[in-house]
């Protein structure tokens, strides 16, 4: 994986807990809890590959 595409996930991940202050609705912080928790995911995995 890219520099430019860790960042762009890591920026991805960033935006989304900041939408998670503003999702009042339950399942909208749901979906943005677990699209950020994938996405962390994968960097994870890549970084343990690297």
């Known amino acids: 994986m890219t520099d ?3 960042k762009k996930l890591q ?3 960033e935006a989304l807990k900041k939408r998670m ?3 009042a609705n ?3 912080y ?3 809890l677990h ?3 994938d ?3 994968v960097l994870n995995n890549v970084s ?3």
Do not use: V, W
């Open 26 to 28: 339950d399942l909208d």
């Open 11 to 13: 920026a991805r991940i």
């Open 21 to 23: 202050n503003y999702d």
């Open 48 to 50: 343990r590959k690297n």
């Open 39 to 41: 996405l962390q995911r």
């Open 30 to 32: 749901e979906t943005h």
């Open 4 to 6: 430019e595409t860790r």
């Open 35 to 37: 699209m950020m928790r």
